[in-house]
Structure formats: structure tokens, C-alpha cells
């Protein structure tokens, strides 16, 4: 794409009454943003969806001078681009009909084949909220996901900051433009995000900061990832948003279930009720329903899982470690234990998401 060309583009994102999808439009009747602009204006009423209302400010000279300025700024600030047809936009963004036609950047990300999710929830984040996320995002990171958020308060930030943690990318999808950070009090992990992926947005410099740009963020949060985790949310609140978007694109939703009297989770709570998201009780149900494998054998994870088990917890580990499943009373006559103490030791390995149960009291290494 020329100078020329992206300034036009940048002129038909920020004209008035022409969203992404009427963009779109106009650039695959044309063939070419370039095109757009020397078509008839008579022509272009003749789209489907196009009319006269959408196209009044379409040929304002205004916009080709903000255009330039805002052209100016990205040069003087290092921020790339990704046009909505080119082979650097993301795939997944790629097949939401609302997805941005550009899309500008700070920092090094790279969603190239990677699973990449986003995890989201209340700014009101609790304790139990906060240790789950972490005990997710570590769990997966054998997996080697990108974890995508919005950078807010809360649940957004706990999940970043745990990506870092365990040195995965993260991406973090802004409500407004690259000039300025939003909570203020997250600049200082403005460096650690960019070290480890970077910033998303579709909005300019020059874009006054509102309440609806959130709303506008969250289609982007959910458009990168195949699955939209809400890990706490209260009966109303922007991460419903993002799951009700997310299902727009037929993509995953997990909630992570409450107790019915904590207002945190009533928002989870609804969602698994109305069947609009899987129930997500431990870390390994998100590999489990996406269908993750890892590249190389899974010793390490399993490693990792031995070494945190303690006593009887290992004996019945190995008891399973070379076996497609096990019945109950199998596991307690190879360990030699009564069966109702085998229970309850699988009851522990269940919950620290080391087995999963079968029908029939079967049970199977994760």
C-alpha cells in the first residue's frame, strides 16, 4: 500500500456515518480504497446497504488533512499498521464481519500459529478470581498461548501480568489511541507488554475518550482468540459484552462458576445457566475442549505435576501414569489402599487438575 493509499484509508475510517462494515463494502465494490474515492457518488449508492445518508461526508476534504496528520503522528511514534486485506492481519480478526479495516499497533506480536485466547472479568476482581487467573495462565503456558486483554483494572491486568510472569505473549486491546494509556496507574507495565507482544487499537490520536470506546475495544479482544474466558462478573458488565460478541463470531466462551450469593459471579453463573459458555472448574478443561496439543511430549507438564503431589497422591499418579483409564476399585487394589481413601485422594488430584473422572468410575490422567 502506497502513502497515498493509506492515506485514503485512514480518510474512509474516520469518515462520518461509514463504519468498518460499510467500508468494506465500499473497497470490494471498487476493488480498492483508491477506487473509492474516484467513483461516482451515484455509483456507490447503488450497494447494498449503501445510500445517500452513509455517503454525505464520504468526499470531505477534512478527513484526507486529518488523515495526514494522524499519518504523521504513527511515523513520528513508530506505530505499525495491518490493513484489514493484508497477510500481517490477524487471521482470526480477519472472518469478523465488524473486524476494523485498520488496525495499528505498538510492539512486537506475532499470532502466528499460536492459540491465542483472551481472558476477561470484573475490575472488582477477588482474591479467588486473581488466584484462579494465575493458576490458568500458569497451567497453560506449556501450551505457549497468547493471552489477550483489555488492560484494565482487575481482571484484565491479573491476566497480563501473569502472561509476563510466565513469559508468554500478551496482547493488550486499547479503548483509545496510542498518545496516551488508559488506566494511568498501568504505564508501568507499558515496557514489560511491549517486551512480551504489545498494544491493539483501532482508534486515532485525535479520538476523544469515551465510555462506548469500550464497547467498540471489546469486539477486537474477541475477535483475536478462538475462546473468551470470563473468570468473575457481576450481573452486568463489559466481559458479558465480549462473550455475547465472542458467540456473534462462533467463537469458545468458559466461565468460571460462583457461589449463587456472590454477587462476582453472577454474570459467570448466567452464562452457564443459559448455556452460552462452557463451565470452566479447572485449567484443564480450556486444552481439553480446544483440543491443544503440545509440540513435544507432555513429560514436562507431567513433571511439573508429579512434583507438586504429595504422599498417597503419588502413588495413585503412578498407578495411572501408564493407563488408557482405571476403574476405583482397580486403582485401590494396585496401591493397596481401602477404596474409600482412594476416593478421596482422587476427589484432590481432580480438583488440583491432575485426573478427570469418567463414566462409570473411571478415571484418566489429564
Known sequence: M???????????????????????????YCGSVEAVFLEKKSRLQKIGGIGSYILRDLFKKDYLIAAQEELKFMKNNGIQWHFYQDDTYPERLKHCIDGPILLFQRGKINLNRQPTISVVGTRNITRQGIQFCEELVSYLSPFNPV??????YGTDITAQKAAIDNNLQTIACLAHGLNQIYPKAHAKYIDQVEAHGGFFTDFWSSDDFNRNNFLKRNRIIAGLSEATIIIESAEKGGSLVTAEIANSYNREIFAVPGRTNDPQSVGCNNLIKLQRAHLLSQPADIPYILNWQLKTEQKPIQQQLFTALEGDEKIIYEALKNKENAHIDGIAISVNMPTYK?????????LKGVIRPLPGKLFELV
Open 147 to 152: 493471552i489477550v486483554s483489555g488492560f484494565a
Open 342 to 350: 482412594v476416593a478421596s485422594i482422587l476427589l484432590n488430584l481432580e
Open 2 to 28: 502506497t502513502e497515498n493509499e493509506l492515506i485514503q484509508t485512514l480518510a474512509l475510517q474516520k469518515t462520518d456515518k461509514i463504519g468498518d462494515i460499510s467500508a468494506k463494502k465500499l473497497i470490494e
